[in-house]
């Protein structure tokens, strides 16, 4: 046995995974096909609970291997290296497969020797689920995006070919990067046109935490290392990324020509000759050809999509994130904006004299995008929420506001959802959504359930729009600035001099909902992160205050005002 040589050598590398181990092992245990051996990578693990799992982890079909930690491009080439298997194929330790991927997979393999690369269709488990919609591999459209997820089997030959995985590519893309290795050398790539693999959904993952914040390196990377790649293709890279542009300038001037055929039918209709021409129009004829004409017009115009295409970059947003200490929690608020598939906007990050590693995290990504702007108080001093958002404010250029508190995040199509309803009823200028509250192990969220339990009530039966000031006069009806979208304007024109700094957005949204129309989106596109260290955390003297507050505002704001 000792000189037995597995077709598959299934490599997982493992860091503060092991949790979700025994999963990926027992899928690769439950194969049709059983020519495999197992080989673990202990990539440096650092949590306890990892270690404990992997200090006494034993299955007699899989080998451990122990390293410091070096990243996953490195951690998958050392288990290949000492893999004994003709093909190989990487699992991360929280994803699964199915249990007939190796046996399609392999063979492919041993039937195409121009073949390379094997891999299937995949589906989203976890915090989301559902088909992870991938487009399938085309070259050289691989060269913009990579639609190969690294759960893959290729052969250990042209790994060795290829010299492995990359070490240059430590934050992410390792496999994209691989994969063009693979394919610049000759190889073709398969699709098996089933779902084989499951892909875990986590709130934070190393692909998103690094992805986005070093995109651009990576991508530079790539180019320098596949140079002639790029260049030979050069003509679909540029032709792919300037796509989107020519065909919004040509939205354009279809657009202009249209307003121009209906000023010119408008000044007709206003002439003097056409009055005169009445009664021979009532003959039916050039009464229906105009018509026609006119009907034909206006409805493209009004078309919403339409609208929402050419439009959608007139509307800029300013999105205002105010941060104290919270340097672990900014990567994933700050990927989430990068993430969004509405394009206009501005970061405005105001950190609030944190003595943590905030402003250098901040910085970080500033290298990366120009849109994302950080702005201190003089001195850099703390000088709470309600001086924060106010300097913000200040530096703001967009229509509209968002806010994102540094601890929570957005769904990618957060402020696309938002803008849709702007454009649908412009009277709107206050939009806010449903939230997915969530909290470590220690945060009892009770009451925060309780306490919003009849606004869902209430939501439930109100036609939106509508006007929320009555909702105001008795209890807070929105549970966080990071589900907000308000007209810049309303905010200029509001009194920020709240009482009590911790109930600044009850204070400003009271104000607001005597001005506009709210709109309530029935959809969960925050994450509001509940913890006891929350920037705006209430002291045991304000709550005791609360009442008093509240009925402080309500004379003030909705009695002075005659808002019944």
């Not at 499951?198 to 180019?223: A, G, N, P």
């Not at 078309?303 to 959608?312: I, L, R, Y």
């Not at 702007?422 to 220690?442: A, C, H, L, R, T």
Request: proline residues 3%; charged residues 25%; aromatic residues 14%.
């Amino acid at each position: 046995m000792e000189n037995y040589m597995p077709k598959v050598s299934v490599i997982i590398p493992c860091y503060n995974q092991a949790i979700y181990l025994d999963d990926a092992i027992e899928s690769i245990l439950s194969q049709t096909f059983q020519d495999f051996e197992i080989i673990v990578v202990d990539d440096g693990s650092d949590d306890e609970t990892s270690i404990k799992i992997l200090d006494n982890y034993e299955n007699p079909r899989t080998k451990m291997i122990r390293t410091p930690n070096q990243g996953p491009a490195l951690a998958r080439n050392c288990g290949i290296e000492n893999a004994t298997g003709e093909y190989i194929i990487p699992l991360d330790a929280d994803d699964i497969i199915g249990d007939r991927y190796l046996e399609k997979a392999v063979n492919i393999l041993d039937k195409c020797p121009n073949i390379g690369i094997v891999y299937c269709e995949a589906e989203l488990f976890g915090e989301r689920s559902g088909k992870w919609d991938l487009p399938e591999y085309t070259f050289p459209r691989i060269l913009l995006h990579n639609c190969i997820f690294c759960t893959a089997m290729f052969r250990k030959s042209d790994w060795e070919n290829v010299g492995g995985y990359n070490r240059e590519m430590e934050y992410s893309s390792e496999d994209w990067e691989f994969w063009l290795s693979l394919i610049e050398s000759g190889l073709e790539v398969y699709r098996i046109p089933e779902t084989l693999f499951y892909y875990r959904v986590q709130k934070i993952s190393r692909t998103s935490e690094s992805l986005v914040h070093h995109e651009l390196e990576m991508r530079l990377k790539l180019l320098k290392l596949h140079k002639n790649m790029y260049e030979s293709n050069l003509d679909f890279i540029i032709e792919s990324y300037y796509g989107l542009q020519t065909e919004i300038s040509g939205l354009n001037q279809e657009l202009a020509q249209k307003n121009r055929i209906i000023r010119n039918l408008n000044q007709i209709t206003s002439s003097r000759s056409w009055k005169l021409t009445e009664p021979l129009r009532k003959m039916g004829f050039l009464l229906r050809k105009f018509k026609k004409i006119y009907t034909s017009t206006k409805s493209s115009l009004k078309n919403s999509n339409f609208f929402f295409h050419v439009n959608n970059l007139d509307v800029q947003i300013s999105i205002i994130m105010a941060n104290y200490n919270y340097a672990h929690f900014l990567p994933r608020a700050i990927n989430s904006v990068v993430s969004q598939s509405y394009h206009n906007w501005e970061l405005i990050i105001v950190d609030d004299g944190s003595t943590d590693d905030s402003v250098s995290v901040i910085n970080d990504f500033i290298k990366h995008n120009p849109k994302i702007k950080l702005y201190q108080h003089d001195n850099k001093v703390n000088k709470g929420l309600k001086d924060t958002l106010k300097l913000g404010l200040e530096h703001s250029n967009g229509d509209f506001i968002a806010f994102l508190e540094s601890d929570d995040w957005w769904e990618d199509n957060y402020l696309e959802s938002k803008i849709k309803i702007i454009k649908k009823y412009p009277e709107v200028k206050f939009v806010f959504n449903d939230v997915d509250m969530f909290s470590d192990s220690d945060t009892d969220l009770t009451w925060f359930y309780n306490y919003f339990k009849w606004q869902k009530e209430i939501l439930s039966n109100v036609k939106m729009p509508s006007c929320f000031s009555k909702y105001f006069a008795e209890k807070n009806f929105i549970p966080t600035f990071s589900c907000v979208l308000v007209g810049k304007e309303l905010l200029l024109g509001s009194n920020f001099d709240t009482p009590i700094d911790s109930l600044i957005d009850f204070w400003l949204w009271t104000q607001i909902s005597m001005k506009t129309e709210f709109f309530y989106i029935n959809k969960k596109l925050t994450h509001w992160y509940r913890h006891d260290n929350s920037y705006i955390k209430a002291s045991s003297q304000e709550r005791e205050e609360k009442l008093d507050f509240y009925n402080y505002l309500r004379r003030k704001f909705l009695l002075d005002l005659k808002v019944k």
